[in-house]
């Protein structure tokens, strides 16, 4: 977040006069103005651009702009308190006040790239109209507060005005640009913190062949990404991952990547006099860049060229597998929001790598155990629907019987006993259970057990429901990253013991006849009194084989953020 009353426009907003001149009349007329279009086209360089000339289509002056950008550490809870803070005010300041003073000013509120918070941003925005409006009619649109967001979507309000931005034309070396799928030209967005990115052809002959090479195998990643993960793609036998970290410097140098995310400034701050007590500082994020989608073509068709875009796709799939486990890792420790901030900035690259079609069945293997890992995206932050679609799939895609589709059909028969598909979810349980028995995997027994507890008790049969959940809740997991824990199974048995008549549920009952037999649990304990672990692949490996397989390349924080 910034105030940008004072900073100059950034460059690259050539070629949008037209755009220009329409935002400004925009602004002229209405309060809302949302900027839409698809990623990389110059949303916010469009709208930082004609806010800094500050002047609007009615000949009015401006007072500048203050910033918010949504992808920048700031959560859904605590938008206002940036805004306010943005605009020099207290971080508890109430929209009226925020509005009023904005107004007062001729500020205007810029709502930067808002789709990771869409619906907080349209909240924000509603409680900032009616503010305006409320403190006398038409204060709003009289007194100069006007509010822009840029979206690939629009917030949905009723008084917002839509300004949708194309991509702009550009060269491919002194010719056109090549086609895309949807039949429009390919090109090349405007890059923010001031770097142009020049026509592909244009820098392919300013690198040198291992730049090349490292451009070429960078074009499989469909967003934007930090040096970790270049260094698990680019990187082989042939390119080190410290000659694909010195390669991005050059790549950026020449104007290949755009970079999205600068390097922190690790200059240590003026401590104040006196010291004065600070909350504690976030930890510094890794820098970031994106290859734009001229150079992401160019390269990808040198790729397939060298016969290699095979093993670069089974390297991406790779490292998501690893992100994957890091996030999983992370839900289980002190701070969720670690997990769920690692997941939304990989995003992109995580359904790429559940989308791709497989290489081989080691590949979809692969892309089955990212699901897995994922469980907490799927069954807890909203994403079921998503999840169970994948699941579907890659269970298709993957048939062998192997441990992490045993887990895979449990999390499907999770996520459809969520959704209430009571018959589905039986079938992917039983045959969950079958295949954990076959591979002795009683972590996730145990798992299937909690769910059918949540099913009898939706079946009201709390006898059933409490020897279920007793068996979840009794049982010591050995692989504790991924499925929830013991203790949710701890509070639905404490909540069905608490029924009128405790003495109705004697310990431990057989499951009824319609469920499997799985194996029980007295029966696995050589199994789980080794310290064994059951992978992904079918076999029986110490904890030591996670950790080396979510080893990084690169040394240090792989990914800049400090789990505990």
């Known amino acids: 977040m910034s105030t940008g009353a004072g900073n100059p426009p950034p460059p690259g ?47 009015r002056p401006g007072g500048g702009f203050v910033r918010v950008g949504c992808r920048e550490g700031v959560d859904a809870s605590d938008i206002a308190a940036a805004l306010s803070r943005a605009a020099g005010l207290p971080y508890d300041a109430p929209p009226q006040t925020l509005a009023a003073h904005c107004a007062r000013r001729g500020l205007t509120v810029l709502l930067d790239d808002c789709d990771p918070l869409a619906g907080a941003c349209a909240w924000l925005v509603r409680q900032l109209l009616r503010a305006g ?9 009289s007194a100069g507060l006007r ?30 640009l090549p086609v895309a799928r949807d039949g429009g030209p390919l090109a090349a967005p405007s890059a923010p913190y001031g770097m142009a ?17 490292v451009w070429a195998r960078l074009a499989v990643l469909p967003g934007d990404f930090d040096g970790w993960l270049a260094g698990c793609v680019a990187g082989r036998s042939d390119v080190s991952a410290y000659e694909v970290e010195a390669a991005l410097g050059r790549l950026l140098r020449a104007s290949v990547l755009a970079l999205v995310r600068p390097a922190p400034d690790t200059t240590p701050p003026r401590p104040p006099h006196p010291p004065e007590p600070s909350p504690p500082a976030r930890p510094p994020q890794p820098p ?17 060229a060298a016969g290699e875009e095979t093993a670069t796709l089974r390297a991406f799939r790779t490292a998501c597998a690893a992100l994957a486990a890091e996030a999983q890792i992370a839900w289980q420790g002190s701070d969720r929001r670690v997990a769920v901030h690692l997941a939304e900035t990989e995003r992109h690259h995580l359904r790429a790598a559940l989308t791709l079609p497989p290489q081989d069945a080691e590949d979809a293997l692969t892309a089955l155990d990212i699901a897995v890992s994922l469980w907490f995206r799927w069954a807890v932050c909203g994403g079921r629907g998503e999840g169970r679609t994948h699941l579907a799939r890659l269970l298709r895609q993957s048939r062998d019987d192997t441990a992490v589709r045993a887990r895979a059909l449990w999390l499907a028969g999770w996520l459809a006993a969520q959704d209430h598909a009571h018959r589905t979810a039986e079938s992917l349980l039983d045959r969950a259970g079958r295949a954990a028995a076959r591979h002795a995997d009683p972590d996730t027994l145990a798992r299937v057990a909690h769910v059918r507890g949540i099913l009898a008790l939706r079946r009201s049969d709390t006898r059933t429901a409490a020897a ?19 203790a949710h199974s701890q509070v639905l048995l404490a909540t069905t013991l608490a029924a009128p008549d405790p003495a109705a549920f004697p310990a431990p009952v ?29 076999t029986v490996t110490p904890p030591a084989a996670h950790d080396r397989a979510r080893s990084s390349p690169c040394p240090g924080a792989r990914r800049g953020l400090h789990l505990t």
């Open 13 to 59: 907003s050539s070629g949008r006069t037209a755009e220009r001149r329409a935002l400004r009349g925009l602004l002229a007329r209405t309060p809302l103005v949302t900027v839409t279009g698809p990623a990389n086209v110059g949303k916010s360089t469009l709208a930082r651009a004609v806010l800094g000339e500050g002047a609007w289509g009615d000949g």
């Open 133 to 141: 409006a409320g403190a006398g009619g038409g204060v709003v649109a």
């Open 147 to 176: 509010i822009v967001a840029t979206a690939r979507q629009p917030l949905g309000l009723g008084a917002e005005r839509v300004l949708a931005v194309r991509p702009v034309p550009v060269t491919w070396g002194g010719g056109p």
């Open 197 to 213: 990115v020049r026509a592909p052809a244009a820098a392919l002959g300013s690198c040198s062949p291992a730049d090349r090479l």
């Open 288 to 304: 970031r860049y994106r290859l734009p989608a001229a150079a992401r073509a160019m390269g990808r068709a040198h790729l397939r």
């Open 468 to 486: 279920c959940l007793r068996r979840a809740a009794e049982h010591t997991y050995q692989d504790a990253w991924y499925g929830p824990g013991p």
């Open 510 to 538: 057989p499951l009824p006849v319609s469920a499997p037999a799985p194996l029980p649990l007295p029966a696995l304990a050589p199994v789980a009194a080794t310290g064994a672990t059951t992978t992904g692949r079918g």
